[in-house]
């Protein structure tokens, strides 16, 4: 079994805590901003995993040094997976958010907000577009899953 496919549902079940617990007595854009940091976290783990898979093929010799040249590698060689090209762009979307600068709005309160103002458009992360961003990664670990190991995740060796 893969061993960033495990990792990886380790970080998302820290990710969870984070949404489900600490955002519920802590509205702050600090928690959201380390739930984001979670979710890249995440990506990285089960980018890690494709790349991992490729390099046992013998269709990649290592792995590079930085996230963001993984993620390119795995867009690259990965390039006709159009789900796969899904995931990575959601990728890009999040460290995008994470390295632009921010504002804070309604802190402490069921509204808080992350506003990043991008090129073209706001973006504007609450409590409701993380959790359903949280559902993505679910889903994005799900399809790894899949691909990596050639079976869903819940095999034998669970229960």
Not at 5 to 33: G, M, N, P
């Amino acid at each position: 079994m893969n061993e960033y496919l495990l990792e990886a549902r380790e970080e998302l079940k820290r990710l969870e805590h984070i949404i489900y617990v600490s955002l519920k007595y802590t509205r702050t854009v600090d928690v959201i901003l380390n739930a984001l940091n979670r979710m890249v976290g995440t990506y990285d783990l089960i980018i890690e995993a494709f790349l991992e898979k490729a390099r046992e093929e013998g269709r990649i010799e290592n792995l590079p040094k930085s996230p963001a040249l993984r993620a390119k590698k795995a867009g690259e060689l990965f390039e006709n997976d159009t789900q796969l090209q899904k995931y990575l762009l959601f990728y890009t979307f999040l460290k995008t958010i994470l390295n632009l600068p921010h504002q804070k709005r309604e802190e402490y309160r069921r509204h808080v907000s992350l506003v990043v103002t991008m090129d073209n458009s706001t973006a504007e992360i609450k409590i409701d577009n993380l959790t359903n961003a949280e559902k993505y990664v679910h889903a994005f670990l799900n399809y790894a899953w899949i691909q990596v190991t050639g079976k869903p995740e819940h095999g034998e060796d669970e229960f």
